[in-house]
């Protein structure tokens, strides 16, 4: 059957329907041949990479932290292996599912699990997430054992921080965890990545980027499931290069004797001993303390809940931040300023009948029947209240505050440690600007010339006035750095200069150290129980009260109410080498504290003089006195 011919608009609409189709022909194969070469020219090395990746994995090593030492070189803070469990989410095929049988496999919470997974959730997809710190023997195998049920799973050894006892200085030392996200966003913080474990309180956060190191890796062959086959790849392991060693001034020594007195005393409270003519700490502690070592395994969030809600707050680094009232303590301070302002000479006189009249107000000597006619020296002796309320009335408020400044109460000290809290010294110009009432009133000085009223200090800045009575009114900066590894060897730090030099005369100074003398040398000094023969001790005590005693009697809480003591000392008294200040929460007498500085005292002595350590005290060595008049039912506290 003869074809139909076609017509000429059918011929053209054909003919631009071919020609359409080749240009869209042609435009695919430019399109594949333009692709093809992006693909494997112009980014070779990203799909390269990617494809590598398949089957590479590239594992972090952890850098240990620096070594923490003794003044003698001796191991205070160590790194031991730990075993870590991580997620990398690119090579988990089902998160969901993986987390289950993880979970099941570890007896471990899944919810938490996910939770760490979750504010993680922005690292890259690549970088392992710790999910399990410090885990068991028995989930560390039970992970490697279900290894093909756990794609993206890794178990691996990791350092570890490892401190000494469970609280032994952990205020000085402080504790390492995980860097936080708001930590990340500082530039001090540039170049440490998520997950990294630095250092969170303490030494180990002020000293932060020295102590870290450097994190190394291992690039490994694995198989579709992520389990390492195949030899070592030239050059794939980076080692992991370790922080730096640093050398404390902290005596080993000295700091365990510091801490067996608290522990036999049974009060919690702080200590700084430091070397008077350099400010070198010697030993710090705050009690109660808490265990870094539970920092360093990855606490877990109900021992971190029971450290935040706890009454007696020991994550409070009660050196640095415990604000109270200095007591008697601060008498040194008001005496100084009467003789450099010319109000008082040493042998200046004042009557003690039990207590004095100022302003229309009786206010007591703690001395019931008082103490006669007394001079400054004896003053401090006896601690006799009237001679300083005396005193501290002809002096007003202002000369008070700038000598006790000027020896370093009411300011901070400069530690090289974070979060140190200022005290307060009032004065006249303060009570204008922070508070409402605005006036001084004279007879507010009376109570600020013996420690109380609004005089609040910590001890890290009593330590420092000590010190400054000690060396002759160098106001040292207290420093806990004594030497840093450079790479090769430990390399003296220089210390930081004083902080100021007071112009004070040494004939009215000496006054002030006779006084100090006598009271742990003298008849009736109040602090004789810390007496060590031959070694000129000098201190002071001094017993700050928490509530009035009237309060007291009349309180319904059953919150501890009872006194806080006091005791700061130097030795020896011509050319001191050790001051420091021990103070006692709730310590019920001042002379308690002088038990704990004695222990201390003794253990430096003895080390210096090539004697045998003593051992720890007993609670029955100590002598403590526990009668509390104001305490209810038999007037005795009990042990505690």
Same mark, same amino acid.
């Given at each position: ?68 030492l003794?003044?003698?070189?001796? @191991?205070?803070?160590?790194?031991q ?6 997620? @990398? ?9 993986t ?11 899944? &919810?938490?699990l ?8 922005r ?78 309180a303490?030494i180990?956060?002020a ?5 870290m ?8 062959v694995?198989?579709? @499931? ?54 070198e ?15 360093? &395994? ?6 971190? &809940?029971e ?28 005496g ?20 004095q009249?100022?302003y ?50 009411g ?8 979060n ?36 609040s ?14 060396n002759?009114?160098?106001r040292?900066t ?71 005693n ?30 420091g200040? @021990? ?15 004695k ?6 002595? #003895?080390?210096?003089d ?20 104001? #305490? ?8 505690q």
């Open positions: 059957m003869p074809s139909t011919p076609l017509m000429p608009d059918d011929r053209r609409s054909l003919t631009q329907r071919l020609t359409a189709l080749q240009y869209l022909v042609a435009v695919a194969f430019a399109a594949l041949a333009i692709g093809f070469w992006i693909f494997q020219v112009a980014q070779h090395e990203k799909f390269r990479e990617m494809a590598e990746e398949n089957h590479l994995r590239k594992l972090p090593l952890p850098a240990p932290r620096g070594v923490l003794d003044r003698e070189g001796r @191991v205070l803070v160590d790194n292996n730990s075993r870590n469990i991580a997620l @990398v989410r690119e090579q988990a095929r089902n998160l969901d599912q987390l289950h049988i993880l979970a099941q496999a570890t007896n471990t919470d899944e &919810a938490q996910r939770e760490t997974v979750e504010r993680r959730r690292d890259p997809p690549y970088r392992p997430i710790v999910l399990i710190e410090n885990a068991t023997e028995a989930q560390y195998i039970a992970t490697m054992a279900r290894q093909l049920e756990l794609p993206g799973i890794l178990a691996q050894e990791v350092p570890s921080r490892k401190y000494p006892g469970s609280e032994l200085a952990a205020h000085l030392f402080g504790y390492v965890g995980e860097v936080r996200e708001d930590q990340l966003a500082r530039a001090d913080y540039e170049g440490v990545e998520p997950g990294a474990i630095i250092g969170q303490g180990e956060f000293y932060n980027k020295f102590l190191g450097t994190d190394g890796s291992n690039t490994v694995v198989n579709s @499931v992520g389990r390492e086959i195949g030899k070592p790849l030239p050059g794939a392991l980076v080692p992991a290069r370790e922080g730096r060693r640093i050398q404390l001034t902290i005596d080993a020594d000295v700091q365990k004797a510091t801490e067996d007195g608290f522990e036999a005393s049974g009060f919690n409270g702080a200590a700084v001993v430091l070397d008077p003519r350099n400010g700490v010697l030993s710090f502690t705050s009690r109660p303390a808490y265990d870094p070592n539970a920092f360093a &395994a990855g606490i877990d969030r109900a021992t971190w &809940a450290l935040n809600t706890d009454d007696l707050r020991p994550l409070q680094n009660r050196a640095l931040q415990g604000r109270y009232s200095p007591g008697s303590t601060f008498k040194m301070a008001v100084l300023a009467g003789l450099e302002e010319g109000v008082i000479t040493p042998d200046f006189h004042v009557f003690c009948g039990g207590g009249t100022f229309g107000r009786f206010f007591k000597c703690w001395q019931k029947g008082g103490h006669g006619s007394i001079d400054l020296r004896h003053a401090i002796e006896q601690s006799c209240d009237v001679f300083f309320y005396t005193v501290g009335n002809m002096l007003g408020v202002d000369r008070i505050n700038k000598w006790a400044t000027l020896f370093g109460l300011v901070k000290s400069g530690i090289d440690l974070p140190e809290l200022q005290g307060l010294v009032p004065s006249t110009a303060w009570k204008a600007q922070f508070t409402k009432e605005k006036k001084w009133y004279a007879g507010e000085t009376i109570s600020v010339a013996i420690g109380q009223g609004q005089v200090v910590t001890p890290i800045s009593l330590a420092v006035y000590t010190a400054t009575l000690a002759g009114g160098t040292i207290p420093h806990l750095v004594k030497a840093m590894d450079d790479g090769a060897e430990l390399k003296p730090v220089p210390p930081p200069p004083p902080q100021s030099k007071v112009d004070v005369s040494r004939e009215k100074l000496q006054a002030i150290r006779d006084g100090m003398w006598l009271v742990v040398n003298g008849d009736r000094g109040t602090a004789r129980r810390a007496r060590i023969e031959g070694k000129d001790v000098c201190g002071k005590t001094g017993t700050a009260q928490v509530i009035s009237q309060g007291r009697t009349a309180a319904r809480t059953t919150k501890n109410l009872r006194d806080h003591g006091w005791f700061t000392f130097f030795a020896p008294r011509d050319n001191p080498e050790i001051a200040v @021990v103070f006692l929460e709730h310590g019920i007498h001042s002379a308690n504290a002088a038990s704990v500085a222990h201390i005292l003794e253990t430096y002595f #003895a080390k210096k090539g004697k045998p350590l003593p051992p720890a005290p007993t609670r029955d060595d100590m002598h403590l006195d526990l009668r509390d008049p104001f #305490a209810r039912g038999s007037g005795v506290v009990g042990d």
